[in-house]
């Protein structure tokens, strides 16, 4: 049995933001990876939620709340990189649907 975890798209992708948040700075690769693995962590907490509509509630409450608390951290701590690093966190937070991923009831 095969299982296709990521599509190669994405994959490209990601390293290409990988590159790219180390050129410009280590501190963005950090946080960048920071801000992605958080988001990971709780939508993984998140699967455990039966309901469809309390799930896609929690995820997009997590996903703006993260994005606040990441986004203010590089405001205050990083201020060479808070441009960048917001633009990247607004670009995943547009691509990432938490409904497409809702288990029907």
Request: proline share 2%.
């Given at each position: 049995?095969?299982?296709?975890?990521?599509?190669?798209?994405?994959?490209?992708?990601?390293?290409?933001?990988?590159?790219?948040?180390?050129?410009?700075?280590?501190?963005?690769?950090?946080?960048?990876?920071?801000?992605?693995?958080?988001?990971?962590?709780?939508?993984?907490?998140?699967?455990?939620?039966?309901?469809?509509?309390?799930?896609v509630?929690?995820?997009?409450?997590?996903?703006?709340?993260l994005?606040?608390?990441?986004?203010?951290?590089?405001?205050?701590?990083?201020?060479?990189?808070?441009?960048?690093?917001?633009?990247?966190?607004?670009g995943?937070?547009?691509?990432?649907?938490?409904?497409?991923?809702a288990?029907?009831?």
């Amino acid at each position: 049995m095969k299982i296709n975890l990521v599509k190669k798209p994405t994959i490209a992708a990601l390293v290409t933001i990988m590159i790219f948040c180390l050129y410009i700075d280590i501190n963005l690769l950090a946080i960048t990876i920071a801000y992605t693995t958080a988001l990971t962590l709780f939508f993984l907490i998140g699967k455990k939620i039966s309901s469809a509509a309390s799930y896609v509630f929690y995820s997009w409450s997590v996903k703006w709340a993260l994005f606040i608390i990441f986004t203010a951290y590089a405001a205050i701590n990083l201020t060479s990189i808070y441009f960048y690093s917001m633009m990247i966190f607004i670009g995943v937070n547009v691509f990432l649907s938490p409904a497409l991923e809702a288990k029907e009831v």
